[in-house]
């Protein structure tokens, strides 16, 4: 089957993986001028949507993501992290700077966000999630679609996509239409695995991030030249986070039962360290952050 590269417009895509998920098989094509890799072919919009309704959040999907309800407090760790880095590489000049994420879930980022001083705005597909986030927020904060809730051009001093942008149908797009609401001088942030990092590569069709509900898949190099393209001025990466080991640590404690749990840090510690050996576009791990500054 011929498929078209979302990233560089390549015809000539062909057939990378086969991935026997649970309860899901799909196939993973490569892009062999930029390396994109792409389910083939795409679930469509109604397929889509049903993904993530309230079975995806409660576990009772073959594919689906924790209630971040649950540890609220733990998952603030990183939150409040994340959300103080971004505001201290604002280049803008903003009393009340306004922040986008993309993939807003229950909204626990954008609650961290306007206590530290953001005007909160979300993305959610989800409905389960998104009106439960509209509750913190209010009426006219949170939106199903980046494309339909029509921002102004450049009217965002920070945007927020983690772990979202292979969930997305159309990545190029996306992208596209983040640059033009971003201010200049605004910051956009990206959570996503590096499928040319030892980790991704050596495993393969076995890697964990081939998921139903993930679509495309990239690299340090293709997203550095995509964003670029697009007309970022500047891009920074960071293995595994841009927030730190001790957050994490902070957050996983939200799962922790007894002292025994302790011994998780080991491999959470053993992972962050072994994440910190990269040079250019080599990296041990496939876990990044991607800082881009319009």
């Known amino acids: ?16 993986y086969k991935i026997e998920h649970p309860y899901s098989h799909f196939d993973i094509y490569e892009c062999p001028d930029c390396k994109l890799l792409f389910q083939n072919p795409l679930p469509d919009k109604k397929s889509l949507l049903k993904m993530y309704q309230e079975d995806y959040y409660t576990g009772s999907s ?54 530290a001083g953001f005007d909160p705005y979300g993305i959610e597909i989800s409905d389960y999630s998104r009106q439960y986030s509209e509750t913190l ?23 927020s996509m983690i772990e979202v942008i292979e969930h997305l149908d159309n990545p190029s797009e996306s992208l596209e239409e983040v640059y033009r609401i971003l201010k200049k001088g605004g910051v956009f942030l990206i959570q996503t695995a590096n499928m040319e990092g030892l980790q991704a590569k050596k495993l393969k069709e076995k890697y964990h991030y081939f998921l139903p509900g993930h679509l495309y898949y990239f690299s340090r190099q293709n997203l550095r030249e995509k964003l670029f ?18 957050p994490k640590l902070q ?6 039962h007894s002292c025994k ?18 040079w250019n576009d080599f990296c041990l791990t496939s876990s990044m952050a991607v800082y881009a500054w319009k």
């Open 62 to 115: 073959s594919f689906s993501y924790e209630d971040e309800r649950k540890a609220f407090p733990a998952y603030s760790k990183v939150w409040k992290k994340r959300v103080l880095k971004l505001k201290k590489n604002l280049k803008t000049q903003a009393l009340k700077p306004k922040i986008l994420d993309i993939g807003s879930s229950f909204g626990g980022l954008l609650e961290n966000a306007l206590g």
């Open 1 to 16: 089957m011929q498929a078209r590269c979302n990233f560089c417009g390549s015809a000539l895509c062909g057939q990378k």
């Open 137 to 159: 927020l209010g009426k006219g904060k949170v939106f199903p679609d980046l494309k339909e809730a029509s921002f102004q051009d450049s009217f965002f001093d920070a945007v």
């Open 229 to 246: 393209k697009i007309g970022f001025q500047k891009i920074k990466f960071f293995h595994p986070v841009e927030f730190g080991l001790l």
């Open 251 to 256: 957050k996983s404690k939200a799962g922790f």
């Open 261 to 278: 749990d302790y011994w998780k840090w080991k491999n959470i510690i053993s992972y962050h360290l072994k994440s910190l050996f990269h």
